[in-house]
């Protein structure tokens, strides 16, 4: 049977690893340290804001990252070309994440899908209630609504080629206060790709529930406290008592 | 020397780092006299069907390859997409013709649960057959990571090592001869990945 898979997200603002509140990098890791022995998954995402930034501290620290990875690897930030994409995929990605670059043009999703297979695509979609009380879709970390519905946007970029989807609630990021079910539900509803939820993990039981109220295939977290073999074992004991399918 | 063949789709660093940390030399190369004077060759892959063999056959890998392979009988490890064209044709996006070293087609994976979701990605178990060096030294039903929307078929029943179940079962490991292949990622599915990797670079 197909394991539910717990996967680490780690954001990079200029070549230094952060955890992230509100979309706001928190503080600084101490540790350049991932159990990549007991996570099923890696995501690597470069956070920096300044567009023109270089983005040569991020590609040496993937390539350092993927040298002793031997899990799945899935890296994004800026991506808006083809040819980025490559530039990704020569560093280590075996996936690449796509986010602004989608909603500015929805053709790069194809583009990938067409080079590359519908598996190394990953819609990642950042959303929160409006002012209306209306899930909708920002784009540029965050900053800029565009005006889409999380849903809609999901299906849509699945006939557009995604292979996955991350959905991520920019309020519930840094949180701790467990996943934005609701919106997870509605987005593992909406396709039939897998999909990943990201934001607001705080405990071992927001795990669980992502599974069974959100319809997530895989929950991710990238709090500092689940980076450490045991705990990130200790909390897939704890999903394996409560039923969950895990790879122990 | 382990020819990685570069053809231009997939995760090539990846399983050129596996390769190394199991002791081996992985050369990554889209030439073939580079790949020819190898030991053994690895074709990775990760993508679409088609731009695989286009970009095969644009590189003028594909009748080189088939000598080493056919002829000179050069072990070679097909990994997902690699794994896939090695068969003889395949139904994704139109129908397209494969390397035919296998007797085998791929085509869609139809889950018979409709809940279950494509593509298949994750860890999933291996239902190992009969008796490969691939999977010595691992124990049963290891778990291993895969990610792909079709499945490779063959009616030479006895070259199917390994099978997956996701809504019914498919061919998840080969070996014909000295033609392996998995449709899982040994260089993504840590121990037990590498372990097999280490079979086939040391005893195929």
Not at chain 1, 23 to 41: G, I, L, M
Not at chain 1, 171 to 183: A, I, K, N
Not at chain 2, 78 to 85: D, M, N, S, T, Y
Not at chain 2, 117 to 141: A, C, M, T
Request: with cysteine.
């Amino acid at each position: 049977m197909l394991r539910k898979r717990l996967v680490t997200v780690l954001t990079i603002n200029n070549g230094t690893l952060f955890r992230t509140k509100l979309f706001e990098p928190d503080y600084r890791y101490t540790h350049h340290f991932v159990d990549s022995w007991s996570v099923d998954e890696i995501v690597m995402l470069d956070v920096t804001r300044d567009a023109g930034a270089d983005r040569k501290p991020f590609f040496d620290l993937v390539t350092s990252f993927a040298h002793d990875c031997f899990v799945p690897l899935a890296v994004g930030g800026g991506i808006r070309t083809l040819d980025d994409v490559s530039r990704y995929m020569a560093v280590g990605g075996d996936k690449v994440v796509v986010n602004t670059g989608a909603v500015d043009r929805p053709e790069l999703i194809t583009e990938i899908a067409k080079a590359y297979g519908t598996q190394c695509v990953v819609l990642s979609i950042d959303a929160k209630k409006n002012e209306a009380g209306d899930y909708e879709v920002f784009s540029a970390f965050g900053a800029r609504p565009t005006g889409l519905d999380p849903a809609e946007w999901a299906m849509c970029g699945e006939e557009l080629g995604a292979g996955e989807v991350l959905i991520t609630s920019i309020t519930r990021d840094g949180s701790l206060r467990g996943y934005d079910l609701e919106l997870c539900k509605r987005v593992s509803d909406a396709v039939s790709v897998p999909v990943s939820v990201l934001g607001g993990a705080g405990a071992w039981k927001h795990f669980v529930e992502g599974f069974t109220g959100g319809g997530a295939s895989a929950v991710c977290t990238q709090n500092i406290y689940h980076f450490t073999e045991s705990s990130i074992q200790n909390a897939k004991k704890f999903l394996a008592q409560k039923g969950i399918e895990v790879r122990l | 020397m382990i020819g990685v063949i570069d053809y231009g789709l997939g995760n090539l660093t990846s399983v050129a780092g596996a390769v190394q940390k199991v002791g081996f030399e992985p050369v990554i190369s889209s030439e073939a006299t580079d790949l020819g004077r190898c030991e053994k060759l690895i074709l990775p892959g990760v993508g679409a069907f088609g731009d695989g063999m286009r970009n095969l056959n644009d590189r003028g890998l594909v009748l080189p390859l088939t000598k080493m392979v056919m002829e000179r009988r050069m072990p070679v490890l097909g990994i997902c997409l690699g794994f896939q064209l090695l068969a003889k044709s395949s139904s994704e996006f139109g129908n397209n013709n494969g390397l035919g070293w296998l007797d085998a087609r791929v085509s869609r994976l139809q889950p018979e649960d409709p809940a279950l979701r494509i593509p298949h990605v994750g860890w999933n178990e291996l239902y190992q057959k009969g008796d490969s060096i691939l999977f010595d030294d691992i124990p049963e039903l290891p778990l291993f990571y895969y990610v792909h929307s079709y499945k490779l078929e063959t009616s030479a029943v006895e070259t199917v090592i390994g099978e997956c179940d996701y809504g019914g079962t498919f061919a998840a490991a080969i070996q014909s001869g000295s033609i392996f292949g998995t449709q899982f990622h040994p260089e993504k599915s840590q121990q037990h990945g590498l372990a097999l990797l280490r079979n086939f670079l040391e005893k195929a």
